[in-house]
């Protein structure tokens, strides 16, 4: 049986989307494909790899992708956007079959000390984990009803 594919969909795709990534591998990564892009790709963000690292999760292998890299290429049963911009600017992609908004704050642009910036960035891994972790536990729910 085919594995359906996720993508994980944010502005730059160089934070919260990658994240969202890793967790889903880390979680459930032998029942999905998992992609993340972005519209505007940029290098994922140091912080990123720091952060993630302290749950013991390694991004080896990621990059930043545009999401024109899969129009036409690659189809996603399931689309879940992690901003506000990319749930706006969101295409129809052919052939999806269940797209989710997960609005996470974006840590990239929080201001201030070291430490704030740090902290917002834990805090968008947190929330991403918790959402990755409740709707795995949601699909499993479905499945047994």
């Known amino acids: 049986m085919k594995k359906p594919r996720v993508l994980f969909l944010c502005i730059q795709n160089r934070a919260r989307s990658q994240m969202a990534e890793a967790f889903l591998r880390h979680y459930a990564g032998d029942q999905f494909e998992v992609y993340s892009a972005g ?3 940029a290098p994922i963000h140091p912080y990123v790899y720091r952060v993630m690292e302290e749950v013991d999760l390694d991004l080896e292998g990621q990059h930043s992708k545009g999401v ?3 129009f036409n290429e690659v189809y996603f049963g399931i689309l ?3 901003c506000d911009k ?3 600017r969101c295409p129809t992609f052919p052939g999806l079959g269940e ?3 997960w609005p996470i704050e974006d840590p990239v642009a929080v201001e201030g000390t ?3 910036k740090l902290a ?3 805090r968008a891994r947190d929330q991403i984990e918790q ?3 409740n709707w795995l536990e949601s699909r499993v729910r479905e499945e047994v009803s």
């Open 80 to 82: 879940i956007t992690v």
């Open 120 to 122: 917002a960035f834990r």
């Open 86 to 88: 990319a749930e706006k």
């Open 131 to 133: 959402h990755i972790l």
């Open 114 to 116: 070291e430490a704030e």
């Open 39 to 41: 519209f505007e790709p």
């Open 99 to 101: 797209r989710q908004y």
């Open 68 to 70: 024109n890299e899969f």
